[in-house]
T-cell receptor, first 115, second 113 residues
Framework: DAMVIQNPRYQVTQFGKPVTLSCSQT?????MYWYQQKSSQAPKLLFH???????NEADTPDNFQSRRPNTSFCFLDIRSPGLGDAAMYLC??????????????FGPGTRLLVL | QKEVEQNSGPLSVPEGAIASLNCTYS??????FFWYRQYSGKSPELIMF????GDKEDGRFTAQLNKASQYVSLLIRDSQPSDSATYLC?????????????FGQGTELSVKP
């Protein structure tokens, strides 16, 4: 089945220790998104890739970086995690159809705990 | 003013009743509207999308859109305990690189047996 896969599902890291979260997709979608969601809050878009073009949200901290080496994979790097970065990180994909009708499909998420 | 607003709830309905979830948005240029269901600790799951004014039905779910009033709603008929979840309204703001979704805070729905 075509899907969005995230690894690991749970990640524990230490304060300040770099961590990388992974997302892969078999949908062959050209857009990939990373969201951060904290408890009882809406998902917050960090950045997205339209093919190889990187689009950063204005309020995304510099501590968050992303890489998309090919169509299928996208990574979220947190350079120096702080306690406030503990959250669920969601990867989503969409196929650009034009007219603003893109539907986003989410992976299962990675829950990050910072000790 | 928040871009997408929902009542946070919790909204409690008895099993078999109709649950009505509401959402308003601020950007008149928004073109597509989505409802996601999110169980606790899980990722959002697409329930429905709607692009045109009026109603769109899919099984027990009906989405309603009124662009003039900047209002979108989700009705769940014959509510079941398994419908208990947080429902996220999301609005697509078009852009030249795929646009982006703006999410509301979500409405927590509790269906009591």
């Amino acid at each position: 089945d075509a899907m969005v896969i995230q690894n690991p599902r749970y990640q524990v890291t230490q304060f300040g220790k770099p961590v990388t979260l992974s997302c892969s997709q078999t949908l062959n979608h050209n857009v990939m998104y990373w969201y951060q969601q904290k408890s009882s809050q809406a998902p917050k878009l960090l950045f997205h890739y339209y093919d190889k073009d990187f689009n950063n949200e204005a309020d995304t901290p510099d501590n968050f970086q992303s890489r998309r080496p090919n169509t299928s994979f996208c990574f979220l790097d947190i350079r120096s995690p702080g306690l406030g970065d503990a959250a669920m990180y969601l990867c989503a994909t969409s196929r650009v159809a034009g007219g603003g009708q893109e539907t986003q499909y989410f992976g299962p998420g990675t829950r990050l705990l910072v000790l | 003013q928040k871009e997408v607003e929902q009542n946070s709830g919790p909204l409690s309905v008895p099993e078999g009743a109709i649950a009505s979830l509401n959402c308003t948005y601020s950007d008149r240029g928004s073109q597509s509207f989505f409802w996601y269901r999110q169980y606790s600790g899980k990722s959002p799951e697409l329930i429905m999308f709607i692009y045109s004014n009026g109603d769109k039905e899919d099984g027990r779910f009906t989405a309603q859109l009124n662009k003039a009033s900047q209002y979108v709603s989700l009705l769940i008929r014959d509510s079941q305990p398994s419908d208990s979840a947080t429902y996220l309204c999301a609005v697509n703001t078009p852009g030249n690189q795929g646009g982006k979704l703006i999410f509301g805070q979500g409405t927590e729905l509790s269906v009591k047996p």
